[in-house]
Each structure stands twice: as C-alpha cells, then as structure tokens.
C-alpha cells in the first residue's frame, strides 16, 4: 500500500510569496497524482491531476511537478484566498485511495 | 454545473446502521465512476469505496470492507452507501465524490458534495 508523506505540516507566507508545498510516495506512483484543496467548512476542489495538469478553472498560478516518489505543487504568487489545506492523492496503485496527511497554507 | 448533495447523516448508536444518499444534477449520472469519502473533523481525508459507472464493479478500503456497501440508481440518478456495524471512529463528514473518467474509473475525485454528518454515539 502507498503511504504519502507530505511537508511541510504547515506553510506561513505573505502574500505575492512562492508557496511550494511536498508530497513524497513510498513507492513509484509513476505520474498518478493530484492535488486537492481544502478551505475551512468547504468540500476538497481538484487543482492538479497526473502531476501536472490543472483541472478545469484552475487559475495558472497553481503548477504541479514530479515524477516517481518525488511530487511539488507550487503555487508561484500566493494570494489571500489560497489559505487552505492541500492534500495530495495517489491513482498508480489502488485500492485503497490514500491521501497525504495535508499540508496548511496560511497567509500573513 | 454539477451538483452532489448528501443526506442521510444522523447521531446513531454503536452497532447501528445507517444508508447515506447523494443526489446528483449536471451531468450524465452514468458516464462516471463514483466515491465516498470520509473525513473526521479536523483530520485529513479517507477514501472508502468507489462503484464504476454501470454498479458493476465496486471496491472498498479494508477499514469499511464487510460493514459497507456502496451502490448506485442510475434511473434515479442517485448514489448511496450502507453502513453497518457502525463504531465511534466512524463518526465523519462523508461526502461523495464524482469521478474524472468518462465511462471508466480513474481514481481522480472531480466534484464533490458538501457532506453529511454521520456522528455514532450512544
């Protein structure tokens, strides 16, 4: 079974900041990840989908990246609306359908 | 727009059961693959059972495997999940989830409903 590790636990930046937040696999995932995000009282909103494609209406300052074990979702010009929990989710080997522990973003 | 509403949660006692609902708009119901996931306030999210698009072939994490059972109404564009045997550490938000793929499963959760609140307690 893959075990996701993401870090860091938590991320404090300003806004206009570089946020890049990580999520190791235990195993190759090849490029079967996603990245959800979290904000309080909402439902988790698909970002990023096979390491590096936006979903639909996802603005471009959400990238993703990584291959193998090795994942990074960089959010390039942060803004006070990106305060959220990012999780991300692995599709290589199922089921079960593991998520990573989640990493919080707070905006100074 | 898609929409996905849950129902159904409740306070129910340890050993109970309870049958959660999710009412789906928007799209054509029986293109997707659908899920159920779970989250305990203020912890992170578990995936517990996906149904592919015709109900043919469901799958389970091993916590929920034998007490859950998902299932799908393609006519009345609804989704659902039995839970029995249920404990305190099943006490979540539960939402469900609609899958990315067109007539097969892909394992990427595209929409989501906002949740029902199951709490078990006696």
């Known amino acids: 079974e893959v075990v996701l590790t993401q870090s860091p636990a938590t991320l404090s930046l300003s806004p206009g900041e570089r946020a890049t937040l990580s999520c190791r696999a235990s195993q190759n995932v090849k490029t079967y990840l996603a990245w959800y995000q979290q904000k309080p009282g909402q439902p988790p909103r698909l970002l990023i989908y096979d390491a590096s494609n936006r979903a639909t209406g996802i603005p471009p300052r959400f990238s993703g990246s990584g291959s193998g074990t090795d994942f990074t979702l960089t959010i390039s010009s942060l803004e006070p609306e990106d305060s959220a929990v990012y999780y991300c989710?692995?599709?290589?080997?199922?089921?079960?359908?593991?998520f990573g522990g989640g990493t919080k973003v707070e905006i100074k | 727009e898609v929409q996905l509403v849950e129902s159904g949660g409740v306070v129910v006692q340890p050993g109970g059961s309870l049958r959660l609902s999710c009412a789906a708009s928007?799209?054509?119901?029986?293109?997707?693959?659908m899920h159920w996931v779970r989250q305990v306030s203020g912890k992170g999210l578990e995936w517990l059972a996906a149904?592919?698009?015709?109900?043919?072939?469901?799958y389970y994490a091993d916590s929920v495997k034998g007490r859950f059972t998902i299932s799908r109404d393609n006519n009345d564009n609804s989704l659902a999940l039995q839970m029995n045997s249920l404990g305190p550490e099943d006490s979540a938000l539960y939402y469900c989830?609609?899958?990315?793929?067109?007539?097969?499963?892909?394992?990427?959760?595209?929409?989501w409903g906002q949740g029902t609140l199951v709490t078990v307690s006696s």
């Open positions: 149904i592919s698009w015709d109900g043919g072939t469901t």
């Open positions: 989710q692995q599709r290589s080997d199922w089921p079960p359908l593991p």
């Open positions: 989830a609609k899958d990315k793929g067109y007539l097969v499963a892909t394992m990427i959760l595209e929409s």
């Open positions: 928007g799209f054509t119901f029986d293109d997707n693959a």
